[in-house]
């Protein structure tokens, strides 16, 4: 199994851009989501989805949508991307909500 | 709201036992975690706790919580390099939600 992976590792647009994180898991989980890691916030949590065609918002989910259209992918999209938005963000996904939650390893975004 | 803290940063000294605590402020917490991350990479499940549970040892870690004072705590004895890492709490409340305190930098001093 690869777990869950991410891509790409490592990326950086400009103001007003738009770009999509990719996040696929092979463990046939059904919860997935995202979040995003700053310094001294801990992980805040973006938008997750408890199955296929099911997606919801989390604590900070204004400038991001996402879409499940099958279990295994979870994509994040940016829209009009903003300097805000320059972080690290992490994809996890587990059986259930209250399930251990496997990460991905991350996708470190700068936007200048 | 749901509220995890924890401590920015922990300096120890190889071979000493590191003690990072996190509080939390919802009494209905269910599921109780500590997640470690290495430079570089995403979170690793350390180990977890149920909340009717007060301590839970797994070989070099040990954790203890304290309901009444909405305390979490992980112990790591005999420290190593190799446990330089960040190290989130994290707790499932009552409506389901994972929350994660701010993280714990632990730097160990040879």
């Known amino acids: ?7 790409p590792k490592f990326q950086v647009l400009k103001t007003g851009q738009s770009m999509t994180l990719q996040c696929a898991q092979d463990m046939n989980h059904e919860y997935m989501s995202w979040y995003r890691q700053d310094p001294g916030m801990g992980l805040r ?3 997750y989805s408890v199955g296929a065609g ?3 918002q989390g604590e900070v989910p204004n400038g991001y949508n ?4 099958t ?15 320059t972080s690290v963000y992490f994809c996890a996904s587990s059986w259930g909500r209250r399930e251990t939650q496997y990460f991905g390893p991350g996708t470190r975004l700068l936007v200048l | 709201g749901e509220d995890v803290e924890q401590s920015l940063f922990l300096s120890v000294r190889e071979g000493d036992s590191s003690v990072i605590n996190c509080t939390y402020t919802d009494s209905s917490s269910t599921y ?4 470690k991350q290495e430079p570089g990479a995403g979170l690793q499940l350390l180990t977890y706790i149920f909340s009717n549970m007060d301590m839970k040892q797994d070989q070099r870690l040990t954790v203890l919580l304290n309901k009444k ?3 979490l705590s992980l112990r790591i004895a005999d420290t190593q390099t190799g446990d330089s890492a960040i190290y989130f709490c994290a707790e499932v409340f009552g409506n389901e939600k994972l929350t994660f305190g701010t993280g714990t930098r632990l730097t160990i001093i040879p």
Do not use: C, M
């Open chain 1, 66 to 69: 996402v879409s499940r259209s």
């Open chain 2, 32 to 35: 109780l975690y500590w997640y």
């Open chain 1, 1 to 7: 199994n690869a777990g869950v992976t991410q891509t």
């Open chain 2, 69 to 71: 004072d909405k305390h």
């Open chain 1, 71 to 85: 279990t295994e992918d979870f994509p994040l999209r940016l829209l009009s991307a903003a300097p805000s938005q």
């Open chain 1, 45 to 47: 949590l973006i938008h």
């Open chain 1, 54 to 56: 099911i997606t919801d």
